[in-house]
């Protein structure tokens, strides 16, 4: 089956700098690619919508210029997470759709700690 | 608007006993419904999804689930459970009319199953 990949797998910063995080279709072209964010025990919060060659769009909520967005191709989109704070802290997990959004695969999940 | 609630935060079955994992669900739209698992330290697998064909789902592993409109349930059924099936388990629904891609999740089912 299809592939989505993410790096790093776990990354802990100090509270101030960014981190960016990357998802990978493998095996397949996605211009949509989504971002969850899952706190412990809890369920996966729909975050932001990237697209290929426009702006993603960001679910009621969600900071735009806290989580930068960037989908530079149709295999790779990145999160990058401005002035981390602690409160940052937590499982952040990508998806592709296959075209016509069929089938959607999830990356492994970045473990993200902000010191 | 859509939603998804698991009735049970954790289910504990013996290996070789059925297991039953409770979704009901609230959609504006006909909805197309989820079960995903998520082991620790992978990335999230679908087990099946229902999209308006049968209302009896095959899925992965044994697994089954029966969109049932009357009740707005669509519950996970294995006749025998396996040492491997102890996992998170989610409930899903897609988000908004037309194939959007976009995913609600509930808050996740715990399996735990005992030798």
């Known amino acids: 089956g299809a592939v989505v990949s993410q790096h790093p797998s776990r990354v802990i910063c100090k509270s101030g700098t960014s981190v960016k995080i990357e998802c990978r279709s493998l095996?397949?072209?996605?211009?949509?690619m989504f971002w969850y964010r899952q706190f412990p025990k809890k369920s996966l919060m729909l975050m932001a919508t990237?697209?290929?060659?426009?702006?993603?769009?960001?679910e009621q909520g969600v900071e735009k210029d806290k989580f930068l967005i960037n989908h530079a191709s149709l295999t790779l989109s990145t999160l990058t997470v401005t002035s981390a704070h602690p409160e940052d802290s937590s499982f952040y997990i990508c998806?592709?759709?296959?075209?016509?959004?069929?089938?959607?695969?999830f990356g492994p999940g970045t473990r993200l700690t902000v010191t | 608007a859509q939603s998804v609630t698991q009735l049970d935060s954790h289910v504990s079955v013996s290996e070789g006993t059925p297991v039953l994992l409770r979704c009901n669900y609230s959609s504006s739209y006909s909805p197309s419904l989820f079960w995903y698992v998520q082991h620790p330290n992978k990335g999230l697998q679908l087990l099946l999804k229902y999209t308006s064909a049968a209302t009896l789902v095959k899925g992965i592993n044994g697994f089954e689930a029966e969109f049932k409109k009357s009740e707005t349930s669509f519950h996970l059924t294995k006749p025998s459970a396996h040492m491997s099936d102890a996992a998170e388990y989610f409930c899903v629904v897609s988000y908004g009319s037309g194939n959007t891609g976009k995913l609600i999740f509930g808050q996740g089912t715990t399996l735990q199953v005992k030798p």
């Open positions: 998806s592709a759709p296959t075209p016509q959004f069929y089938e959607q695969y």
């Open positions: 990237s697209n290929e060659g426009s702006k993603a769009t960001y």
């Open positions: 095996d397949f072209q996605a211009t949509t």
